[in-house]
């Protein structure tokens, strides 16, 4: 634990700060620290998110889709996540819970986001069908 | 980085193509009186919803910077489009 974070939490045990001040100090601090700092690991890092479909319809014809998303703008998108405000986010609970999709956003912190992203390294998602191959990999 | 050129190219359904080249820095200077006003409409709706504006600020600032490397394809029929971010 570095000094900052041990700083914010003392603050929030002497009562000086609210949780809600401490959370938005952690992400503040999450922020500023290098993401790439991690342990440098024996492969290069991917730095693409990639998601090819190729499908052959028989009313439309073949489809083919070939997206790369940098995983830094997902990462950024996540960080932007944080800002959305209380109220929308109790707003798509409730459309959530709806559908019948009992999720409480609110729950969801940005540290789980961005294990979620870096999760993404490993992943593979292959579906194969008689007509349509979806592929989902980083690179 | 902040993107530097923004390259789109289509075909429609009969056959012809098209190519469009958008320089980012040139065109961000040309609309950069419309930014401003763009700039302050956000502050004010950060402080109507209680957000830290220049976080928030950063935050898009963050995403546009990490843009490059984008590229979207897509192609059924006769009909494809390109969209690639540099």
């Keep these: ?139 | 980085m902040m993107p530097q050129l923004v390259t789109a190219r289509w075909r429609r359904r009969d056959g012809r193509r098209r190519r469009l080249f958008l320089p980012v820095v040139p065109i961000v200077l040309l609309l950069s009186p419309l930014l401003v006003f763009t700039v302050i409409g956000g502050i004010v709706a950060c402080l109507m919803y209680g957000l830290p504006p220049l976080r928030t600020l950063a935050g898009v600032g963050r995403l546009f910077g990490a843009l490059p490397g984008a590229r979207f394809e897509f192609e059924q029929g006769r009909t494809a489009v390109f969209v690639s971010v540099r």
Excluded at chain 1, 34 to 39: G, L, N, Q, T, W
């Design chain 1, 1 to 139: 634990m570095n000094e900052q974070r041990r700083q914010i939490l003392q603050m929030l045990a002497e009562g000086k700060i609210t949780a809600d001040e401490a959370e938005r100090l952690l992400t503040a601090v999450e922020t500023v620290e290098e993401p790439d700092a991690a342990p440098a690991r024996g492969k290069a890092r991917p730095k693409y998110l990639r998601l090819i479909v190729d499908a052959n319809d028989e009313h439309s014809g073949e489809t083919k889709v070939n997206i790369r998303v940098p995983l830094k703008l997902l990462r950024a998108g996540m960080r932007l996540a944080v800002f959305v405000p209380p109220q929308a986010l109790e707003r798509a609970n409730q459309e959530l819970v709806k559908q019948g999709v009992p999720i409480d956003l609110t729950e969801i912190k940005p540290n789980q986001l961005e294990d979620l992203v870096d999760a993404l390294d490993d992943l593979t998602l292959d579906v194969d069908q008689t007509d349509t191959k979806v592929r989902i990999y980083c690179e």
